[in-house]
């Protein structure tokens, strides 16, 4: 008896999806609740599960193809998994018996293991290991089921422990076959995912729709660096999490928010709608690019519980488990070019929000302080914002708000 797998409900206003990537092959045997097959959507990425334990059949959708909600995506053989296995076994004892030429019975082997690497890595980590020469096998993934992300082949690069891929293939390979000298002009074209597709025209309306001005200030993390050096320990202990910056600069942004509530709005038709609360939009980076989920009511909570749920958030995005009510909404986002190196950048808002909050890497430079040059740890800040709501003043104030904050911590406690 054959079950079938179909697309799941996917969320509000959410109808289609694209096929990422099969987690099974046919005939292997799955799990009840397994995840078989990955689906992308406008936002995140979701795992349909087995609803029936047993062997996979037949897949219907193939990866890349768009599907609708309720759309037949494969069969599952009920209580097939155990009639596989002895049938496979005989067939293994009469290969092994079998007489062949080692060279005829080596190239099976190398071909599923492409086969089996190919499956299993997505068309941007693929496209990573190749450039660098690597051997996926011997990157340790962190992405969902021990799947290799791009941050695991970025982090592995960048420490020197991933190791080139064997060229025991090549060596064996007649001379003719080898690459032709000279610069490679090689070319792959790799589709788009949706998500990528929903963020390139979000970003294009955005650009096309809004009047979009951005403002500078600068801001000197002394003061945040020396309490994040004095308390981390006593804060991770006490909450389980590790204190960084986005506590301080959500926090901030949430006083000058309440200050400036232009900054806060949005405009819907001929109308301004002023948000009375901060659903602040955190970047966060996932194998399939940046995701933005919603800290909700961010103006109630503390630094740790702040901390907490952007944590959460960031291994839920390595994981692919983010949801579509994690992404919904938000009035304001923060991004954090700087965890990337990222001097300064003008950031895109994210419609229909109208502001944006761009930070960026700290470095050493010198400043004036009572008429003495010193060094200071310092920061570009970069606000976005839509001109025809919010007018520079307002911008302006906004920022210098944000920056006094964060030089002056003190503020946050006491609400000035």
């Known amino acids: 008896m054959a079950t079938e797998v179909k697309v799941p409900t ?50 219907i959708a193939k990866e890349g193809e768009t599907v609708n909600v309720g759309a037949l995506l494969a069969l599952i053989n009920e209580g097939a998994a155990a009639a596989a296995a002895p049938a496979a076994a005989p067939a293994a004892k009469a ?73 025991t293939a090549v060596a064996a390979a007649p001379a003719a076959a080898a690459p032709a000298s000279g610069p490679s002009r090689a070319q792959e074209r790799v589709k788009m995912t949706r998500l990528r597709q929903t963020v390139a025209k979000r970003l294009k309306e955005a650009q096309n729709n ?34 960084g910056f986005m506590g301080f600069f959500t926090k901030a942004v949430c006083m000058a928010l309440k200050d400036i509530p232009g900054v806060n709005g949005q405009i819907e ?38 901390e907490k749920t952007i944590g959460d958030f960031g291994r839920k995005a390595k994981e692919g488990k983010l949801t579509m009510e994690d992404m919904k909404g938000g009035t304001f986002t923060i991004s954090n070019g700087g965890v990337f190196g990222s001097l300064m950048s003008t950031p895109i808002i994210n419609p229909p929000q109208s502001a944006v909050l761009g930070l960026h890497r700290i470095e050493d430079r010198p400043v004036v302080r009572d008429g003495q040059v010193v060094v200071r740890p310092m920061m570009y800040l970069a606000l976005s914002y839509d001109h025809r709501l919010i007018d520079g003043r307002e911008a302006v104030t906004f920022l210098v708000a944000v920056k006094n904050a964060i030089e002056d911590p003190t503020r946050l406690l006491i609400d000035l």
């Open 95 to 167: 290969e092994a018996a079998a007489p062949a030429p080692a060279a005829s019975a080596a190239a099976p082997v190398a071909s599923d293991e492409d086969d089996g690497g190919n499956l299993t890595l997505s068309p941007a980590v693929r496209r990573l290991v190749l450039e660098h020469g690597l051997d996926p096998s011997k990157i340790k993934g962190t992405g969902k089921d021990g799947r290799l992300t791009k941050d695991d082949v970025t982090a592995a690069v960048a420490a020197g422990t991933a190791k080139a891929a064997a060229a």
């Open 10 to 59: 996917l969320g509000e206003s959410v109808t289609e999806a694209t096929v990422g990537q099969w987690l099974k092959k046919p005939g292997e045997a799955v799990a009840l609740d397994e995840p078989i097959v990955s689906l992308e959507t406008d936002k995140v990425a979701v795992d349909v599960p087995a609803p029936v334990a047993g062997t996979l059949g037949d897949i």
């Open 269 to 306: 038709g001929d109308e301004i709608v002023y948000n009375d609360f901060c659903d602040i939009s955190v970047a966060v980076s996932a194998p399939t690019g940046l995701v933005v989920p919603v800290i909700r009511n961010a103006e109630s909570m503390s630094v740790a519980t702040i």
């Open 210 to 243: 809004a009047a979009l001005l951005t403002t500078f200030n600068d801001v000197d993390m002394t003061a945040v660096i020396e309490a994040r050096a004095k308390y981390k320990d006593l804060f991770e202990k006490k909450h389980g999490v590790r204190l």
